[in-house]
């Protein structure tokens, strides 16, 4: 003889996994400026600041003058979050070439940010949102009890330029360099050539004429030799070296001097 499941039982069964599901789910978020969903193209973006991977704080407003890509992420450490974050470090010269500030955000914690960027040599700020003011104004929704993943460019004049919904981590950074490079009017930079490759051949070839195979005395492989690179020159495509990637926000202006 077959069991049977009393209908009702089943309708509560179902009820309950579908009630569960509908919060874990994405829905419209309801922003602070009383909109819904994703911060619109060409609203102003929020005057939001939170703390960094360093504890420095980092004031969306300061940014003014340059683009800036706010990118929310999930969590740190998994694959796709790993993945976007390294991409955006690998393409971090050619942001700042273009003069783009990076900000990551999500709702981990300093401590966890920190041990993510150590780990991975993240030299831009990911910024600390455990209290979820920045993905609430920027109306970005939680998926499964964490943050979407959704990119925001910012123009110069602060306002949303362009958004980017379910990103590809892998091509990401490209793709929005790409974008902030035209609002900032820079040439696209070049990325630099694959450690190993074209500059140490080069560097190794002989001149022609020389015997033996020799590079030519004052050639590029020559000690003091006018082809010889300058000591301390960066690497190509290897911008100004920033230390921590802090970006602090302006200094105040100084005081007129004193009338005698």
């Given at each position: 003889?077959?069991?049977?499941?009393?209908?009702?039982?089943?309708?509560?069964?179902?009820?309950?996994?579908?009630?569960?599901?509908?919060?874990?789910?994405?829905?419209?978020?309801?922003?602070?400026?009383?909109?819904?969903?994703?911060?619109?193209?060409?609203?102003?973006?929020?005057?939001?600041?939170?703390?960094?991977?360093?504890?420095?704080?980092?004031?969306?407003?300061?940014?003014?003058?340059?683009?800036?890509?706010?990118?929310?992420?999930?969590?740190?450490?998994?694959?796709?979050?790993?993945?976007?974050?390294?991409?955006f470090r690998d393409a971090?010269?050619?942001?700042?070439?273009?003069?783009?500030?990076?900000?990551?955000?999500?709702?981990?914690?300093?401590?966890?940010?920190?041990?993510?960027?150590?780990?991975?040599?993240?030299?831009?700020?990911?910024?600390?949102?455990?209290?979820?003011?920045?993905?609430?104004?920027?109306?970005?929704?939680?998926?499964?009890?964490?943050?979407?993943?959704?990119?925001?460019?910012?123009?110069?004049?602060?306002?949303?330029?362009?958004?980017?919904?379910?990103?590809?981590?892998?091509?990401?950074?490209?793709?929005?360099?790409?974008?902030?490079?035209?609002?900032?009017?820079?040439?696209?930079?070049?990325?630099?050539?694959?450690?190993?490759?074209?500059?140490?051949?080069?560097?190794?070839?002989?001149?022609?004429?020389?015997?033996?195979?020799?590079?030519?005395?004052?050639?590029?492989?020559?000690?003091?030799?006018?082809?010889?690179?300058?000591?301390g020159a960066a690497a190509?495509?290897?911008?100004?070296?920033?230390?921590?990637?802090?970006?602090?926000p302006p200094a105040a202006?100084?005081?007129?001097?004193?009338?005698?």
């Amino acid at each position: 003889m077959k069991r049977r499941f009393p209908t009702a039982l089943v309708f509560v069964v179902v009820a309950v996994v579908f009630a569960f599901v509908s919060l874990l789910a994405c829905g419209a978020a309801e922003r602070p400026d009383g909109g819904q969903g994703l911060l619109p193209v060409g609203a102003p973006a929020p005057d939001v600041f939170a703390a960094d991977q360093h504890g420095a704080i980092q004031r969306l407003s300061d940014q003014r003058g340059r683009a800036v890509v706010v990118y929310f992420y999930p969590k740190d450490g998994t694959p796709g979050c790993t993945e976007e974050a390294c991409a955006f470090r690998d393409a971090w010269d050619r942001f700042k070439q273009a003069n783009v500030q990076v900000f990551g955000v999500s709702a981990d914690t300093r401590e966890s940010h920190e041990a993510f960027a150590t780990e991975h040599r993240l030299p831009f700020p990911i910024l600390v949102d455990t209290d979820h003011t920045w993905s609430n104004a920027f109306g970005v929704p939680m998926r499964l009890g964490t943050v979407a993943r959704v990119t925001f460019l910012i123009d110069p004049d602060g306002k949303v330029a362009k958004v980017y919904p379910d990103v590809d981590p892998g091509v990401h950074a490209d793709e929005v360099l790409k974008d902030a490079a035209q609002l900032t009017g820079a040439a696209l930079p070049v990325a630099p050539a694959a450690p190993g490759s074209a500059a140490p051949a080069g560097a190794d070839t002989a001149s022609p004429g020389a015997p033996g195979g020799a590079a030519a005395p004052g050639g590029a492989g020559a000690p003091g030799g006018a082809g010889a690179a300058p000591a301390g020159a960066a690497a190509p495509g290897a911008a100004v070296p920033v230390a921590t990637g802090t970006v602090l926000p302006p200094a105040a202006p100084a005081a007129p001097p004193a009338r005698r």
